[in-house]
C-alpha cells in the first residue's frame, strides 16, 4: 500500500465544545475555531507515488498529496477538516499549535560543561554575550 493510499479519510460531522477564555467568557471550540489555528505544515516529495505528501505537524494521520507543492497545499484544507471533523464527532481531543503568546522567550538548556565552556569561549572571542551567540546560531537554523 502506497502512503497515497493511507491518506484516504472519512468526512464527518464536527460537535462544538465549550470552554472559557482568559476573560472568563463562555466561549465554543468548533470546526471553524480550529481551521482558523496557525498550523504547522510539513511538504516531502514522494519518490514512490511521484507527487508531494504535506502533513500538519500537531495531527499525526493528517496528510494528503498532489502533483505540486500548490496542489498539495490545496488539499491538505480538506484533509484538515476531515481529520478535525472526525476528532470532535468521536469527542476526541484535538491538538492545538502552540501559540506565540505561551512562550516568554526563555529556555532552559542543558549541556556538558566542556560545551558550556567552548560556547563561552566562541562568544566571547566575537565579543558576544553567551545568550546573543546562541541566539545568532538558532536564528541561522530556523530562517
Known amino acids: 500500500m502506497t502512503k497515497k493510499d493511507k491518506l484516504k479519510q472519512k468526512i464527518v460531522e464536527g460537535k462544538n465544545i465549550s470552554f472559557n477564555d482568559a476573560g472568563g467568557?463562555?466561549?465554543?471550540?468548533?470546526?471553524?475555531?480550529?481551521?482558523?489555528?496557525n498550523w504547522s505544515y510539513r511538504f516531502e516529495w514522494s519518490d514512490e507515488d511521484k507527487c508531494y505528501i504535506v502533513s500538519v505537524a500537531e495531527l499525526p494521520g493528517c496528510?494528503?498529496?498532489?502533483?505540486?507543492?500548490?496542489?498539495?497545499?490545496?488539499?491538505?484544507?480538506?484533509?484538515?477538516?476531515?481529520?478535525?471533523?472526525?476528532?470532535?464527532?468521536?469527542?476526541?481531543?484535538?491538538?492545538?499549535?502552540?501559540?506565540?503568546?505561551?512562550?516568554?522567550?526563555?529556555?532552559?538548556?542543558?549541556?556538558?560543561?566542556?560545551?558550556?565552556?567552548?560556547?563561552?569561549?566562541?562568544?566571547?572571542s566575537q565579543g558576544k554575550s553567551l545568550n546573543k551567540f546562541l541566539d545568532e546560531i538558532i536564528d541561522k537554523e530556523i530562517a
Not at 503568546?101 to 526563555?106: D, H, I, L, P
Open 25 to 37: 467568557n463562555s466561549m465554543k471550540k468548533d470546526l471553524s475555531y480550529y481551521l482558523n489555528l
Open 63 to 124: 496528510m494528503s498529496d498532489g502533483e505540486t507543492i500548490e496542489e498539495a497545499a490545496g488539499m491538505i484544507k480538506d484533509a484538515l477538516e476531515s481529520h478535525i471533523s472526525a476528532l470532535l464527532n468521536h469527542g476526541d481531543k484535538v491538538p492545538e499549535p502552540p501559540k506565540p503568546e505561551e512562550y516568554k522567550g526563555k529556555i532552559l538548556l542543558r549541556t556538558t560543561p566542556q560545551r558550556h565552556y567552548k560556547l563561552v569561549k566562541k562568544a566571547s
